[in-house]
T-cell receptor
């Protein structure tokens, strides 16, 4: 069973516009959420995170929103730039005995067109 | 080193042969993780080390897979009698510990079993 879901395999936006990447989760024990960005032939790099006690975290052009009741989070990139083109993975970390493990979604390929 | 280093970057092996994948974590990081990404899939958790011990091996797909970590540093993932379904990118990550939620990834080893 897939506990972290990214239902959009790909997203295409124009440079300067907003990119919104979505992620849903099923495990209510998740208490920390992260977004990773991955370029081809490179490992994922950490982008931004949010604790379950918050509903928003902002870092420059990147903002992550968390809706706990809907078990949904989203990553907003504004304005989008061509260099943002990459695969974005949503990840979640559990609490308690499995608090070390990150569970990843399948990723969304973002293409920002000049 | 400055980041997580994995070797080799690419490995092509014949079905039935054994392979060893190496990971050098960030110096001082006590937690080390192995993940793999098969084509079109998300990152699949394989194993977690805290120091030299592996409290969670639950993600290892079969008994052909094993991993060890020595000196609280370098880790080796061994796949015996490789099968074509083992073809994937194997990613290693390290973090400062359980309380540190951000894991830093290496560039991965692309394994192709022919």
């Amino acid at each position: 069973d897939q506990q972290v879901k990214q239902n959009s395999p790909s997203l295409s936006v124009q440079e300067g516009r907003i990119s919104i990447l979505n992620c849903d989760y099923t495990n209510s024990m998740f208490d920390y959420f992260l977004w990773y960005k991955k370029y081809p032939a490179e490992g994922p790099t950490f982008l931004i995170s949010i604790s379950s006690i918050k509903d928003k975290n902002e870092d420059g052009r990147f903002t992550v929103f968390l809706n706990k009741s809907a078990k949904h989070l989203s990553l907003h990139i504004v304005p989008s730039q061509p260099g943002d083109s990459a695969v974005y993975f949503c990840a979640a970390k559990g609490s308690g005995g499995s608090n070390y493990k990150l569970t990843f979604g399948k990723g969304t390929l973002l293409t920002v067109n000049p | 080193g400055a980041g997580v280093s994995q070797s080799p970057s690419n490995k092509v092996t014949e079905k039935g042969k054994d392979v060893e994948l190496r990971c050098d974590p960030i110096s001082g990081h006590t937690a080390l993780y192995w993940y793999r990404q098969s084509l079109g899939q998300g990152l699949e958790f394989l194993i977690y080390f805290q120091g030299n011990s592996a409290p969670d091996k639950s993600g290892l797909p079969s008994d052909r897979f094993s991993a060890e970590r020595t000196g609280g540093s370098v880790s080796t993932l061994t796949i015996q009698r490789t099968q074509q379904e083992d073809s994937a990118v194997y990613l290693c990550a390290s973090s400062g510990g359980v309380l540190y939620t951000e894991a830093f990834f290496g560039q991965g080893t692309r394994l192709t079993v022919v």
